[in-house]
């Protein structure tokens, strides 16, 4: 888990793009294994405005439903396009090709409030709960 | 999941059925609907169907044979022990089959002038006075066509009776976490915002967790009685209290009916509003999936607010009249009367006697069950349990057997399967529900093979995972039937043939 | 006195002690007391077989509206001729007594039976897909407009005058607590006018629904209407009888994204109104988006085919409040029915079956145009198997007189909607009927007319 990747109580990670400003976010790799096969998710909508924690997309497995939360505030301004024809990616490459769409914080200093790598490992070794169903 | 892959041979499976599609012939006929077929020409070919409709083309006896055949690859409760939890698999009486078939009503037109059906009008009124005897409620409405459909209604109704008050404010229905998920997707679907009460570990509700959720704003308090967990709300007058001093309604999804028949009613309970569903307690077939039926009861102050249209008496006369404060129509017509008829004659048949003795054997079955598995398997609630019980699988999840695993074990061993991860508050859930049906010997044959099958667990979990392998097939692919999802037959595909 | 409980004396007393109470009441002391065991007179004392029979019988002689009666009421509700073969196969205890195919081994011809169902009924449509049922036409209408309420997040329906005035009613109360609003899209002599869809059209607008036939019997030309829509982000839904798409332009021809239907004249006897057959059927955009079970194709562990319930992540079960439907029961028993009515009909049979009823109602109408004083609406526009005319008097009572001389004739239309009336009539014929019949029930026609409002 390389920084500078950030990460939530509720198991989405958010890590800077290639463009300054644009953070991407996925679900983590404890997440995808909680989730089992993806086989469906359900993309935001380019341009919507998420407040924090507010939900900004959907995954499902065969058998549960689960809601993706914004990490911070902000604006969705890209999706992968590529989870449509293929969602097991989220569980294959849950940091890399699995994420899920790229997000514009309101404040950048926003996202200084979430977990880092460390942190993230010990709220999961201290039993960090489960992926909440939708 | 090394066991599962790997190609297996295994004689026991009995062969699956080709597709219709596959048997299909073109130029083959069935039935001949008509002696002389007559060609339209009057219509504009604007409007008229551009493409063959691609329907299959077999001989009445192919298509007998195909239809048949698919029967045999199912199970139902006429031929297996069918234990599924919350779904009172019953005997569903053959004489029912005749009641629906006799001339009058199969045939019967539902538009058809009132002077003209009053046999049939008869007949659903009397069933009505019926039910609301057994609720204990002061009125009823037919017309729901499931269970889920009763609580849309109920929730419909307790929108317009608080409009009719003037206290619109009231905009949430509260759910416990172990109720059915029809409860808050219908109060979701009646426009209402869901609040979910959590359970206290023992199953029962939560009175703490209820009185914080309680406010002006709640309308309704949804509860299933008895509890999906099999248990009878230990603190249910208080739980009433509660909801009526907050000033909302109360409601009793009666999906679980067949533990009060005759014994006890929602509305002496302090119920205003309860659906029953026709095909578990008043042994309707379940079809398949359906066709159901859920009545509802309500307390006479919610009465004016019932679905159109109605069927009122008055001196000897049966009328269909809408009433103006109605939510409006839930349906085109009056109700599943197909359905609704089987239960008035099941209730006629058993009386009063019957009726009672019903729930009391579907008390002394589950008892008895859960009484045969204590020590198997841990279960919910330390006294009696009601008509079902619900036992937790997790203890085996160290052999890595799931409640899944049993449940395919137990096709194996020539049942049904009980109902697996429901409730969703007990981890690997089985729920079972015997029925007052079943004899004490197949639920002695049943509780053993579930011992032998929780014995597996520790000593072949390898047999367990490859379960089931007597049936037509093994456990299907269904990442593989989400991700890439095929809906209709590719055989059947537009200009295949 | 009946109970269909198998428990000798001998076993009851044994289970009672192994669970540890004393009696079958005391299994009962989890209630509380004051309230057990009420007295219910009304129920009864319990009957024999025959006795229950009997008592059924005399409900149902009290109905001369049914078997007695020469039907040619429609409305929603329809007289088709049905194969033997379909109740006799649908009353196998395998299919009629089991439930919902959760175990999809042991549930695997259901399983099938619904998939051949959803591919015939999508085919019939002339769409992608189709769902394995809702409760009737009415909630299934009502459900597609809250797909597309959902998809679009607008708050507007267009709903089509040719739409049944009870479909209508269920639709608003399945959206009267979402905050939606129905306009109507009125019908000018039996059809739409397009410019009187464009001006209703607007930014709020989730869908526009439409109805083949109309509920008044006319067949409209939907024509650009799918452009229309879609220009301003509408879905464009159609409700159709399936019966008439064996020779009427489809759903899935006109580009409906959704069209559902009232299943009842597949198969499924008129029963005085339920247990129907709710269809929904979509384009594949909304797969994903539709209520309702869905079985899908896959394969076993050793790669045999199977079928399975799936998406079901969309379902209450799953999603609890946040699903797309509250619907867990459906029709599943009628929808096998349905399946079995249709590959005994095949598509030739069902060309004849629908073909027939079309004749038999232009018969039928052409004899009403040549009665002096009665008025054959909508003239000129084509019509499937119903139509309307407007009599010099009360058709209620003209209903019941026709009643009286064996005929269940055309559905008084006072109050329904604003093309009803008083003196007006829907009529319908199907392919059961006989010119015999046809010639009979015109000439009650006439004879009631002569005598006036004679009883």
């Known amino acids: 888990m390389p920084e500078p990747r950030r990460y939530t109580r509720t198991h989405e990670w958010m890590a800077p793009s290639d463009t300054p400003e644009q953070w991407n976010v996925g679900i983590t790799d404890f997440a995808q294994k909680e989730v089992t096969d993806v086989v469906f998710v359900e993309l935001p909508k380019v341009g919507r405005q998420v407040p924090r924690g507010g939900e900004a997309a959907i995954i499902e497995s065969v058998k549960a439903a689960f809601s993706i939360y914004a990490p911070v505030g902000g604006t969705i301004i890209g999706v992968n396009q590529e989870l449509e024809s293929d969602p097991g990616l989220l569980n294959r490459d849950p940091y890399g090709k699995g994420w899920i769409f790229r997000f514009r914080p309101d404040h950048s200093a926003d996202v200084q409030s979430l977990m880092d790598g460390p942190a993230y490992e010990t709220f999961l070794q201290e039993g960090g709960g489960h992926p909440e169903h939708g | ?455 597996l667990a520790s000593s072949d979990p390898a047999r367990l995972h490859r379960a089931p392998e007597k049936t037509p097939v093994s456990r299907p692919d269904e990442v593989k039937a989400a991700r890439e999802p095929v809906l209709v037959d590719p055989m059947a595909a537009p200009g295949r043939r | 006195m009946a109970d269909f409980i198998p428990h000798t004396p001998e076993e009851t007393r044994e289970m009672l002690r192994f669970v540890g109470v004393t009696s079958l009441e005391d299994l009962t002391r989890q209630y509380p007391s004051a309230q057990t065991f009420p007295e219910l007179p009304l129920a009864g004392s319990g009957m024999t077989e025959r006795e229950l029979l009997a008592e059924m019988e005399l409900w149902g002689r009290q109905n001369s509206g049914s078997s007695r009666a020469v039907v040619f009421r429609g409305a929603g509700s329809y007289e088709h001729f049905i194969p033997e073969a379909v109740h006799s196969l649908t009353s196998r205890g395998e299919f009629l007594t089991s439930y919902t195919p959760y175990q999809p081994e042991a549930s695997q011809g259901l399983l099938q039976a619904i998939f051949e169902f959803q591919t015939a009924i999508s085919r019939l449509y002339g769409m992608d897909l189709s769902n394995a049922s809702l409760y009737d036409g009415a909630t299934a209408a009502a459900e597609a407009c809250l797909v597309a309420v959902r998809h679009t997040g607008r708050s507007v329906l267009l709903v089509s005058e040719g739409l049944d005035p009870a479909v209508v009613s269920v639709i608003r109360t399945y959206t009267t607590g979402l905050g939606v609003s129905l306009r109507t899209v009125p019908l000018s002599e039996g059809r739409t006018r397009a410019e009187d869809l464009r001006n209703l059209l607007s930014s709020d607008v989730a869908a526009f629904i439409g109805s083949i036939p109309t509920f008044w019997g006319t067949v409209e030309d939907f024509s650009g209407f799918r452009e229309m829509l879609s220009g301003q982000g509408a879905l464009f839904l159609l409700h159709a009888n399936p019966h008439s798409l064996a020779i009427l332009r489809t759903p899935g021809e006109w580009g409906a994204d959704i069209a559902t239907g009232e299943g009842q004249p597949l198969g499924v006897p008129m029963s005085g109104g339920g247990p129907y057959l709710g269809l929904m059927t979509a384009s594949r955009a909304f797969m994903r988006k539709i209520p309702g079970r869905l079985v899908g194709q896959t394969t076993d562990q050793e790669g045999r085919r199977a079928y399975v319930l799936t998406l079901q992540a969309r379902e209450q079960h799953i999603r609890r409040e946040k699903a797309n439907s509250n619907i867990c029961s459906n029709e599943t028993l009628l929808s096998i029915g349905a399946t079995i009515y249709l590959a005994l009909m095949g598509p030739q049979g069902l060309v004849e079956a629908a073909s027939a009823s079309h004749q038999n109602a232009m018969k039928l109408k052409k004899g009403f145009s040549e009665i002096p004083g009665v008025r054959v609406l909508h003239e000129g526009v084509p019509h499937f198997h119903e139509f309307m005319v407007e009599l010099p008097m009360d058709a209620r009572s003209f209903s019941i007189s026709l009643l009286e001389r064996g005929y269940l004739g055309g559905l008084p239309l006072a109050g329904v909607g604003r093309i009803g009336g008083e003196n007006r009539m829907l009529w319908c014929a199907t392919e059961i009927r006989t010119d015999a019949e046809i010639g009979g029930v015109l000439a009650a026609v006439k004879e009631i007319l002569a005598g006036g409002n004679r009883r």
């Open chain 2, 1 to 455: 999941m090394s066991e599962l892959s790997g190609k297996r041979e295994s004689a026991s499976r009995p062969e699956m059925e080709p597709s219709i599609w596959e048997i299909s012939r073109p130029g083959a006929r069935g039935v001949r609907p008509v002696s002389r077929p007559v060609d339209v020409t009057d219509l504009p070919p604007g409007i008229c169907r551009q493409t063959p409709s691609g329907l299959p083309e077999l001989s009445e006896l192919e298509t007998v044979r195909h239809f048949t055949r698919l029967s045999q690859l199912s199970r139902g409760v006429d031929t297996h022990f069918y234990p599924l939890g919350s779904c009172t698999m019953k005997y569903n009486p053959k004489v029912m089959d005749r009641v629906v078939s006799l001339p009058g009503f199969a045939d019967l037109h539902p538009l058809t002038d009132e002077e003209g059906m009053q046999g049939f009008l008869g007949a659903l009124w009397t069933f009505s006075e019926l039910l609301k005897e057994v609720l204990g409620m002061d009125a009823v409405t037919l017309a729901p066509a499931a269970g889920a459909h009763g609580e849309l209604t109920g929730i419909l109704l307790a929108r317009k009776y608080f409009e009719s008050r003037g206290e619109a404010v009231r905009t949430e229905i509260l759910v416990p976490d172990s109720a059915h998920g029809t409860n808050p997707a219908s109060a979701a679907m009646g426009g209402f915002t869901v609040r979910t009460i959590a359970s206290k570990a023992s199953g029962h509700i939560d009175l703490e967790a209820l009185s914080a959720s309680l406010s002006e704003r709640t309308a309704l308090v949804m509860i299933t009685a008895p509890s999906t967990l099999g248990l009878f709300e230990e603190e249910l007058s208080e739980v009433v209290r509660k909801v009526k001093a907050a000033g909302a309604l109360l409601y009793m999804d009666g999906a679980n009916m067949n533990a009060f028949l005759g014994v006890l009613r929602p509305g002496d309970l302090g119920f205003d509003i309860v659906h029953i569903n026709t095909h578990k307690t008043l042994a309707t077939p379940h079809g398949g999936g359906g066709p159901g039926s859920g009545p509802v009861g309500v307390r006479e102050f919610l009465s004016p607010f019932l679905p159109n249209p109605r069927i009122v008496r008055s001196g000897k006369k049966y009328s269909v009249v809408d009433g103006a404060d109605s939510i409006g129509r839930i349906r085109s017509f009056h109700g599943s009367a197909g359905v609704l008829l089987r239960a008035l004659a099941y209730m006629r048949m058993l009386g009063e006697e019957g009726l009672k003795r019903v729930s009391l054997y579907a008390l002394l079955n589950a008892n008895y069950l859960r009484k045969k598995l204590e020590g198997v398997l841990p279960g919910m609630g330390d006294g009696l349990c009601t008509h079902e019980f619900v036992l937790s699988a997790r203890s085996l999840e160290k052999e890595g057997v799931r409640a899944i695993d049993l449940a395919k074990g137990l096709l194996d061993a020539g049942y049904y399967a009980p109902t697996i991860y429901f409730p969703l508050i007990v981890p690997e859930a089985l729920m079972v529900e015997p029925t007052e049906c079943e004899s004490r010997a197949m639920l002695d044959r049943f509780a053993d093979d579930l011992i032998r099958l929780v014995g």
